[in-house]
């Protein structure tokens, strides 16, 4: 059999080994692994010397194209988001799909598929936020399971818009036990946050940092304890999203510990950065307004451990980007109007493999977990995505790891006009990236085309009962 395309002299890297071989792909699949393979009548010969070649990135946190009022949405649409991605070696996403107050769960996939329609240049799933839990939504999430939307999420916060009462996440968690799927938690108590919120407002507390310090550490630890509980309690598994400190990591450690199926994530923006970032001149601050908030620097190491020991499995991104101007700075002297959140779907590789295998944190195959095998396994795509072996989707990266660079919003492709890395040095860059057997990016430029990105069905979690490491 010929090859559509062969990957020659690389180290082929998946979460488990590091090897010399060749990579041979015919249409969207890989098809062998292995060294010296023939390279009579192959379409195209990608010379890999000097480089690693790693599944592509899964990015399983993302909001692109996604409305916060009836006149701001997050900046990058399915395009420019999925582009950006590609860019940055990420070949899989899986976005919210937020209901709302009334809407059914299948109405609000059906707009998500919309926004991607055409447009997704990667390959994409949907999470699906619930904020209106009626007894018709929770039997639609077993629809919503066998159509391939295995995940959902809740809020602990915004009481009044997306918060849901404990009950309420008790009786999701216990259908997720009966349907296989995932219940993905936004842990920070809302209620306490509120109070604090208004009393700062009414003290004339309203810049930026305010938003960070609203929001106390001990609120993220509380109801990711809580969380844990419920989930202990329904008997089923939790996923905890966007761990942003050491309390709310102990949780999750004791969680575990315990033997209980509680997974967790944490996000480069907790790895990199902190309270410090506020010391900006003071409107600027509203960069690094995202929820839960920037913390105290200290941890950020306490973060990176809890990803080398295992008691974390993902690194995801939280892309939820806002210009700027004209959209943060929209918010006037009062930081409750500020749009919460940032970009990153870009950066996500890079940032990690510098911070966490060069800086000897953990190995490359540690990396290539976090990034791309433990997601797909948790979110019900591997072996299809997350891995290179024969039969996986060919989703393939091309990483140059001598490589260094500077990020800067004037050369990201990120739809938005700041980067929260901006002037950061970091080192590996993907030369070469493929979606099903595509090449979409090369030395880089862009080569794909817009709407050529799949909505993965994707099956209940192959990882629901993973309480250790491997
Ligand atoms: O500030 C953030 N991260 N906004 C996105 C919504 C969320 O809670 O993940
Ligand atoms: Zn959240
Ligand atoms: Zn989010």
Known sequence: MAYDILIVN?????????????????????VE?????????????????????????????????MPLTDTISSSDDFETGTRAAAFGGTTTVVDYAAQSRGQSLKEAIELWKAKARGKAVIDYGFHCIITDLTDSVIHETDELVAEGVSSFKVFMAY??????????????????????????????????????????????????????????????????????????????????????????????EQGRMRGLPVMGETCPQYLFLSLENFDVPAWEGA???????????????????GLASGALQVVSTDHCPFNFRGQKDFAGNNFTRIPNGGPGIENRLSLIFTGGVLSGRFSVNRFVDLVSTTPARIFGMYPRKGTIAAGSDADLVIFNPHRQYTITANSHHMRVDY??????????????????????????????????GEFLSRSPSTALRQTTRG
Not at 202 to 212: Q, S
Not at 289 to 301: D, I, Y
Request: with cysteine; aromatic share 4%; proline share 4%.
């Open 159 to 252: 009481p009044g818009r997306l918060m849901l009462d404990d009950g309420a996440i008790f009786r999701l968690l216990q259908r997720s036990a009966v349907n296989g799927s995932l219940v993905c938690v936004h842990a920070e108590n809302g209620g306490a946050i509120d109070v604090l919120v208004k009393q700062a407002v009414a003290a004339g507390n309203t810049e930026p940092k305010y938003h960070a310090l609203t929001r106390p550490t001990i609120a993220e630890a509380e109801a990711t304890g809580r969380a844990i509980a419920l989930a202990e309690m329904a008997d089923a598994s939790v996923y905890i999203a966007h761990v942003s400190c050491q309390r709310a990591l102990e949780q999750i």
């Open 287 to 305: 960069k690094y307004v995202l929820t839960p908030p920037l913390r105290e620097k200290w941890n950020q190491a306490k973060l990176w451990d």
């Open 33 to 65: 692994v292995a060294p010296n393979l023939r390279r009579e009548g192959v379409g195209t010969l990608l010379d890999a010397a000097g480089n690693y070649v790693l599944p592509g990135g899964v990015d399983v946190h993302t909001h692109i194209d």
């Open 419 to 452: 980067s929260l890395y901006e002037g950061l040095s970091v080192t590996g860059v993907p030369e070469v990236v493929l979606s099903r057997g595509r090449i979409i990016v090369r030395s880089g430029a862009f080569e794909g085309v817009a709407g050529s």
């Open 10 to 30: 690389g180290q082929v890297v998946t979460a488990t080994e590091t090897l010399r071989a060749d990579v041979a792909i015919v249409g969207d699949k890989v």
